[in-house]
Structure formats: C-alpha cells, structure tokens
C-alpha cells in the first residue's frame, strides 16, 4: 500500500499495533503529545521527540540557524507543555549537510540551548552525523509531572468547553512572508514572522492548566486547529462543535488578511504552527480557570456525536475537516496547497 | 571554520561545553555511550540516541527494511549495554522517503520491535516525517541500572586490563561483502554478513560486568577498536598498551581475508561496527570476571602515559592511531576509505 494513501495518522495506527498503549510503567504509549512513564510511585516521566528534516519542515533559505535550534528545541517543549509537564532533559541529534560550517552549527546549538534555558530543560547528549541530503534535526525531550496529574488527548467529555491559549494562524501567515520572499519591513509582518521562527511553547500555562481537576483534555496546535481538534475528539471518542467568531485573531494577521483580501479564519483553522494551548474543561471550572492570569479563549463545546463541526457568523453549522499537514497524502501541507479563501476556489 | 578541519570529535567538544557535564539530577551528561540522570535516590535513568541516515549508515540495496530496524534499535540497545544498564523504553522517529510502502514501513518496525522486545525493551512513541532526501531513523531508548551503579569511559585506571567479549573485524567484512555485492554464497560470508546486518549488542554481559566492583570502564564498539580504546584513554586520561596476537578474530575473519591475501588486524582495530563490549578492570579482577560465563579476551593493560600503543607480533611497539569513522574528516569512514593493507599502501 502506498503511503500517500494510507496517510500519516493511518501509518501511526498501524505502529500502535505492535506497541503496547499501557503495561507495566507505561502509562500512556504511542498517540499522545508525549509517553508517560511511572518514574517513581508519585511522579510521571514524559518522553517527546520531534524530527525536523530541511525542505519539510523548514528551508535555510529563510531561517537562520539560531532560529532553527530555538524552534527544533521549541516543538518539543511544547509537547511536554501539552501533558502539563516540567521540561527537564533534552537530546539533540543532528544530521549535517556536507556545507554546514562548524559557526552555524554551533549558531544551531546556542538557539537550542537558549530555549531550554528559558523553559527550565538541559542538554544531556545526542549524535552528530554527515547527511548527504539536507540537514536534519532529531530531538528528544524528557519531562517530569509533578505528582500523577497529566492531561492526555483522550479525558475530553461532552458538554466541556474547548480553549486555546491564544491567537491562531499568525505562524502560518509569517511562513508565508517568508515564503514569499518578501522582506519584514512593517513591524506586523516581523511579529508574524516571529510567531513561525521562534515559537514560544506555552510551558508555565499547561502546568497551571493540568492544576485544575475540571480540565480533562489538552493538545498543542502544532498541525493546525483543525487537525488537532479532530486528534482530541478521536481519541476521547467525542464530537465538537467550534463557534468561528470566537477563534482568536490577532491585530496583525486581521491587518494582513484584510489588505490582501484573505480570510484570517483559513490561516487559523488549517495553518498550524501556532504552538498555542488547545484544552477542554467543565463549564464549572470556567471560574477557576478565569483565575489563573492565563490569556483563555472559549471557542467551543465539546458534543456526544464523533464529528466536528464549526459554525459560521450566521450560525449556520458546516463539518470542520482536518486540513492540518499530513507528511504522506499527495496534497502535503494545508500551507502550501490546500484551498484558501480567495483563491476562487471556495 | 570547516566541519572537516574540526572533526566529529571536535564538534562535540565544542558542544559539550554549552551543556552542564554534572548539574543537579544530571549525573553524566554529553560525552559517555549514554547520559546518566539519578531517577531515585537508588536508581538511574539512562538516556542515548542514535541517528542512521541512508548513504552514510546504510545504503538499501543491500539492507533490508527489516534488518535495518533491527540494527537501528540494536546500536541503542549497544550503548545502554555500554552503561551496565537495562534497556527500557524506546522512541523511533523516520524521515521516509517518497518511494516507500507501508509494508517496507512496517517491515521496519518489526524488526526494530524485535530487537526491543529480545533486550527487555518496549516502543513508547516517536515520530513520523517525509523526507524529501533518503531514508532517516533516529532512536532514542531509555534504560535503568539496578542500583547507583555504572561504568563509564572515564573510569579506566593505570594497571588495569583491557577486555573485549567477542572476535573483532566481522562486520567490517561483512559490509565490505555487501558492498561488493557479493551474494553470500558461504556460510561463512553469510556469518559476516549476519555480523553486519543484525548485530547483537551484549547487554546482559554489560550488566553482568557492571556488577563486578573492580570493573571501572566500559564502552561498545561502535567506531573501531582504534577509536574506542582511544575514546576510553582521553576520558580516562590515560594510555593503552595493546597486544596485536591478543585480539579475537573470528575462523571467518581469518579464512577470508587469507583467500584475498588480506590482513584481518586491520577490521579488528578499524572496521568498527561489532558491538562487542570493551572494558577495563583491575587484574585481582580476572578471577571473579571469569567466573561470570562470558567470551572474556584479555588484550592489553591500561599505561600511566596518554598514547594508546599496539605491539606487533615480535614485540615492537607502535602508535594505534584512532581510525575508525568520522562524519566529518575528508577521508570518512576507515572501513571505505583508510589505508588497507594489501591496499599497496601500507
């Protein structure tokens, strides 16, 4: 069977098979943001790992290799954001083209170590390789509950709420500049810009998150809300239903779309990226959440039927198809090929 | 500076000192077969990772998708034996290119499943990606030692004997055989062969060594018997005196490289890839190791000075020069490219 057809979360279920999803001290295995590992009787160990690999995930191009290293360090530390979990330890594997010179490497490992630094995690060790083709980054990232509390993809029930933690498609919108080309003159296109090259994993916020007993589900949005919410619902086993006028936007992606005669929305729902928080919660924990300072944004409910779906300004209620990247079917990334408003094609 | 003026070896040096050597729970970091974190106050937690990219670890017209997983989970389950420690748990992350199947896909599974599954280890997670270039693993297997107790390769003393458990120079063979595209036609050159493929790192014995006290440093064979001994002597601030006559090779070995008028030293002290431990211990010792019922072959002791120095035959002393594989230095790889004898070279 090709890949292309069978798709990387069909790929991903198969795997499964031949892994066990708990025994002994595995707790949670293959399917989550990280496993999760009874390390001592009252404490969880979390293990995440992320390849990044170069005309995939990003092109030299147009990042530089500090912002390379910040943000292979900072996919990683938003998956153990994603449990509720404390960065600790990382590992960094690097597959290096044949033109990379020892200042870019190094360049690569300082923007790594700094983003570790930030969150609280230290480099412990990792493999250092030629590669023929692009460079190749490959990180593991270990992490710590504190007591047995995490949040996997799979506590959402219905009738909770659905938060994000903050404004979504900026990322997908700074790719594009970039993509385009086009120089960051305005301080807008410099903050979106920002938002795709040195993402900030919302570390302090999912531990706060993981506090409150009433949060049940939490996920990053690293693929795209679309494709994110769909992993919490198939794995709770559980419907949505996303109100559009109630997904944050920021100022600078309104500005850019309304100039270019985009749909903001578009870049929000399928452009991942964002690394923003994305959690379900009781409606009577709304108040305690409220409380912890912590920007929350309600976009949603969860439902008892298994689809989601979204509704636009008029209420009316249309499905909400992941369209997030999936690395083996045909159309590839929701970025680059997907339809898109004012394309002519919606 | 250029990647190929520093070295593998002197790339790591300069990352090293980005990343705490000891800190807190950090009681090993970059530089040993694995980095070592105490988990509880009795136990520790081991942490390696290994990248193999096509074209540098392996090139798939030879290496099957099945042996392939196997070998990229056994040279982590190598580096956990290295340690004395138990292997657990396991991340494998794939770039995969275009024009894989699903089934070469899962073939690869199944065997990285089954070494895991023969060493007491289980697949927790990783990562899946496209990879516009060839193909991509990167494993990262965590492990435990029974005990505060490991074996490091600074841990080598003055006086001490150097030990390998099992004959040297058969992978290099064997990869040489597959290179060649010779089919195995001999049950010998299938041996070789086998050596290659799905080598067998030797973690009860690295346990079983661990727990002997005057044991004090290990490491695998990864590199070549030249640069590991040489990785344990820099580490240990110390010299090795080597006896040529002393180092295992196997009848394979030998029946071969006698047919091509070859000399087997040569894979034994470079060829690297045979997984087979190496260690130090003090000479009251050898009593106690060689009750333990494993292949022990004495082949040097450990010197004040800080040069490794191989005796011939006849007793004359030269320099072992550290030839095994460096990503980095122009010449590469010492099983493709060094100085052979036979070669007309040397």
Redesign the interface.
Known sequence: ???SE?G?FG??R??RA???RR?G??KT??GDD??V?R??PSEL?L?????L?????FDPTYTDFYSLGWKSAAVNLSDIAAMGGRP??C?T????SRS????Q??KF??GC?AALRKYGA?????????????F?V?I?L?GETEGKRRLLRSGARPGDHIFVTGALGDAAAGLELLQNGGAARSRAARTLIERHLRPLPRVEWGRAIAKIQGAHAMIDISDGLSSDLAHVCEESGVGALVRSDAIPLSGELRARCSRLKQEPLWYALHGGEDYELLFTASPAKTAALRKLDIPLFEIGSITRGRSCLITDGHGRKKRLQPAGFD??RKD?SSVRTAERPGSGKR
């Not at 293990?47 to 390849?51: L, P, Q, Y």
């Open positions: 069977m090709k890949l069978l990387e790929l991903i198969r795997i031949l892994a066990p025994s001290r595995v295995g293959i990280a496993a590992l390390q001592t160990l293990a995440t790992t992320d390849m690999i170069e005309g995939v995930h600790r330890y590992l594997s690097l597959g290096i990379c010179t020892a200042e490497i190094m490992y300082r170590a230290v480099l412990i060790g990792g493999d250092t390789c030629s590669s023929p083709g692009g190749i490959s593991t270990l690395h083996f590839g």
